[in-house]
């Protein structure tokens, strides 16, 4: 519980920010998602094409979860 509480706040402070994410393959939750890592070790899901998979891609975290991030390509 207090873990969730620091964890979320420190995602939410990464919201509008650009990261460089590598893209490592579809999401397990939804295959039309791609799910990667930023230089950091958090993960981000981004709808982008496949084609990235393996890429490092500039990326703009839009939204903040507990685990996790989302965002969008830039």
Do not use: F
Request: aromatic content about 2%.
């Amino acid at each position: 519980e207090v873990q969730d509480k620091i964890s979320i706040e420190k995602n939410k402070a990464l919201e509008n920010k650009i990261m460089k994410v590598l893209i490592e393959g579809e999401s397990k939750h939804d295959p039309n998602v791609l799910s990667g890592k930023t230089e950091g070790g958090k993960t981000v899901n981004i709808k982008a094409p496949k084609e990235l998979i393996g890429k490092i891609a500039d990326v703009r975290i839009t939204e903040a979860k507990t685990w996790s991030l989302y965002g969008e390509l830039i």
